[in-house]
């Protein structure tokens, strides 16, 4: 017959320990990985308004010329 092993508090806290250390893990990896997303979507909204501020700018320059301001 094998012999049958007691599990004791301390093996419960290591397989505790490790579980919340496994999570803290996954909760990093995403914590980043969401960052990354969040720095995309600043960079793309960041270059859709240069490019509008861009435009708007050639618009008045154009405006002013055919005014005579230019």
């Not at 909760?27 to 859709?48: A, H, S, V, Y």
């Amino acid at each position: 017959m094998a012999k049958e092993r007691k599990t004791t508090i301390e093996d419960l806290a290591r397989i505790t320990a490790k579980g919340f250390e496994a999570n803290e893990k996954r909760f990093d990896t995403l914590e980043t990985d969401m960052q990354k997303g969040f720095d995309r979507i600043e960079n793309l909204l960041l270059r859709d308004h240069l490019n509008r501020i861009e435009r708007l700018e050639d618009t008045v320059l154009q405006l002013k010329v055919k005014v005579g301001m230019r």
